[in-house]
């Protein structure tokens, strides 16, 4: 059965089963079942958010009330919660794939020893050391003990480690700075919960001396997308199914899934929030046939508001960083965009070593494109920094922040 045929056998199910989806179809006035994919509704994180045991499919009830079901609280750029409930048996099914592209690519497995650093949570300890992992809190990045944190993950001397790209570069920053040594068992690390810029990528590899690939997914469905030894992002075919929702010549569509492996809370059409394009064909020398996803940095819901009620992406003061970069070949290493008025901007700016005097020239620049895009009144501010830290709610971290929309929530519309 192809891919999109499991997809609509997902929904028809969530449809009859899930109670959100039961009353949405309702007022829509849309048939449970018989449908093709596209005739059923995208839907979006705000309608999960205390969305409790509505979002759950009735077979699954009794396992919920018994506490047997998997249970996972995902961080948004909303800053709001969303629970996602698993059965244990379909978190494996979801993961084979994964492991199995792990395995073949870069002869990576489950009883390799892992490092990889957790949400910050008052009610776990600050290390969680299991039989072939050792996780650390990110409490660690917050109270200026990163060096202790790293000192644990020498000891272990892990095979491989799971990191956000903005970890690895605070690793990399430690690293440098103390002349540490690198674990020496380590020969692989996988990106994930953060856009991965390139020169994020080549700078992690040089200094840790080992492979890299980038792992796109969420909570919700587990792997979305995995990047092959080519560079390339495939699809995960077998555990999710891919659309691409209002893609235009011009403009990159937004991101929906739909899980074929949790019956539990099934997600369809779901949109996460980011950009990206499909290339179906394509003949990729790693051999994986999947789709390749083509991510666009940046999160659909960073909009830069203007007086006078009109908005424009983040992605056009971030693509100047970009460009800066590409100039410079990766001088700017972290950055964040905030948007303090509707004509006042600081860019928040962590630079190569030893190349803070060229502040100015990069000011320079930054004003002269900033007004091209947002005007001449616009104002410039550029502050330095050693690092930027991720948020400690979310523990990411945003390229792009706006005063004006802080707290204000991004509804999706039914
Ligand atoms: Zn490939």
Redesign the pocket.
Same mark, same amino acid.
């Given at each position: 059965m192809d891919q999109k045929k499991k997809a609509e056998q997902m929904a028809a199910y969530a449809y009859q089963n899930v109670p959100i989806y039961v009353k949405l179809a309702q007022e829509k006035g849309i048939e449970a079942e018989g449908l093709s994919l596209e005739q059923y509704p995208v839907v979006g994180k705000a309608q999960f958010i205390d969305s409790g045991m509505s979002a759950l499919s009735a077979p699954y009830i009794g396992k919920y009330m018994a506490g047997e079901l998997h249970w996972k609280r995902t961080s948004g750029s909303t800053g709001k919660f969303m629970e996602v409930y698993w059965d244990r048996e379909d978190i494996k099914k979801s993961l084979f794939s994964l492991w199995m592209y792990r395995r073949n690519y870069y002869h990576i497995l489950p009883t390799h020893r892992m490092c990889y650093f957790f949400p910050v949570d008052t009610q776990a300890p600050e290390q969680i050391e299991e039989e072939y992992s050792l996780g650390l809190s990110k409490e660690f990045l917050f109270n200026r003990r990163l060096e202790e944190a790293y000192q644990a993950i020498l000891n272990y001397d892990p095979v491989w480690m799971i990191l956000q790209p903005s970890i690895a570069m605070l690793l990399c920053e430690l690293i440098q700075e103390r002349g540490l040594d690198t674990p020496p068992s380590l020969r692989y690390i996988e990106f994930t919960g953060e856009y991965l810029e390139p020169w994020v990528k080549k700078r992690v590899q040089k200094i840790f001396g080992c492979q890299t690939a980038d792992q796109y997914g969420s909570q919700e469905v587990n792997s979305i997308a995995f &990047?092959? /030894? &080519?560079?390339?992002l495939?699809c995960m075919q077998d555990n999710v199914y891919v659309e691409i929702e209002e893609e235009t010549e011009s403009k990159a569509g937004e991101l929906c899934v739909t899980t074929l492996k949790n019956r539990a809370m099934p997600l369809v059409r779901f949109n996460l929030g980011d950009r990206g394009r499909l290339i179906r064909e394509?003949q990729? /020398?790693?051999?994986?046939s999947n789709p390749?996803l083509e991510l666009q940095a940046g999160r659909s819901n960073e909009w830069i508001l203007r007086e006078d009620g009109s908005r424009i992406h983040a992605y056009a003061l971030m693509q100047i960083i970009h460009w800066i970069n590409c100039e410079t070949n990766g001088m700017i290493l972290q950055y964040q965009i905030c948007q303090e008025d509707y004509d006042r901007f600081l860019f928040k700016l962590v630079l190569e070593e030893d190349e803070d005097e060229l502040i100015d020239e990069i000011m320079d620049i930054l004003t002269e494109r900033v007004q091209e895009r947002l005007g001449e009144d616009t104002e410039i501010e550029a502050e330095l920094y050693t690092r930027l830290l991720p948020e400690e709610k979310s523990g990411k971290l945003a390229c792009f922040r706006s005063r004006l929309t802080e707290g204000v929530e991004n509804r999706y519309e039914v």
């Open positions: &990047e092959c /030894p &080519e560079g390339h495939h394509h990729c /020398p790693c051999g994986n390749i």
